[in-house]
T-cell receptor, first 114, second 113 residues
Framework: DAEITQSPRHKITETGRQVTLACHQT?????MFWYRQDLGHGLRLIHY???????NKGEVSDGYSVSRSNTEDLPLTLESAASSQTSVYFC?????????????FGPGTRLTVL | QQQVKQSPQSLIVQKGGISIINCAYE??????FPWYQQFPGKGPALLIA?????SEKKEGRFTISFNKSAKQFSLHIMDSQPGDSATYFC????????????FGSGTQLTVLP
């Protein structure tokens, strides 16, 4: 069955380290998104991509980067992890084209920055 | 900044009761309003969605009511069950941002047996 996976599911790192969170989907969706979830803030968009080689900044992109080299993967990199980036991170994907596409979410990665 | 305001932050309902969660938006360009349901340890999943050309949409025990003039929409869960206990997020999108969603802050629903 098609799915969207994230790895690792849990990560503890230290301030200043570079961290990469993986997201892989097998639906062949053009659109992929990264969100962070914090209590009281809901889901906030970090970066998104509408296709290979396309990336865009979301609401809370500072300190994060993404790259899209193929349809299936959108890794999220924290260039220099900060304690404020402790959060649960969700990757999502949706079909391409115009319209009101349902977004399918991965299981999340819980990141702790000490 | 585009915003979607959601209330209440938490809600406790007895089994069989009605759960009501409200959202308000500011951007009049929004024209797609989904609700997502999230269980602990899982990612959110689409529950039900509405477009502003209708004032109400019902799917089983779940109903969205939409008030375009007030820029408000709400989720009603009839005959609430303990299995409905989850976090609910409203969201909004516009046709020019069809693939992006702006989420509310979430409501943690607990249905007591």
């Amino acid at each position: 069955d098609a799915e969207i996976t994230q790895s690792p599911r849990h990560k503890i790192t230290e301030t200043g380290r570079q961290v990469t969170l993986a997201c892989h989907q097998t639906w062949n969706h053009n659109n992929m998104f990264w969100y962070r979830q914090d209590l009281g803030h809901g889901l906030r968009l970090i970066h998104y991509s509408y296709g290979v080689q396309d990336t865009n900044k979301g609401e809370v992109s500072d300190g994060y980067s993404v790259s899209r080299s193929n349809t299936e993967d959108l890794p999220l990199t924290l260039e220099s992890a900060a304690s404020s980036q402790t959060s649960v991170y969700f990757c999502a994907s949706s079909p391409g084209g115009a319209g009101y596409n349902e977004q399918f979410f991965g299981p999340g990665t819980r990141l702790t920055v000490l | 900044q585009q915003q979607v305001k959601q209330s209440p932050q938490s809600l406790i309902v007895q089994k069989g009761g009605i759960s009501i969660i409200n959202c308000a938006y500011e951007n009049t360009a929004f024209d797609y309003f989904p609700w997502y349901q999230q269980f602990p340890g899982k990612g959110p999943a689409l529950l039900i969605a509405i477009r502003p050309d209708v004032s109400e949409k019902k799917e089983g025990r779940f109903t969205i009511s939409f008030n375009k003039s007030a820029k408000q929409f709400s989720l009603h869960i009839m005959d609430s069950q303990p299995g409905d206990s989850a976090t609910y997020f409203c969201a909004a999108s516009g046709s020019y941002l069809a693939r992006q969603l702006t989420f509310g802050s979430g409501t943690q629903l607990t249905v007591l047996p």
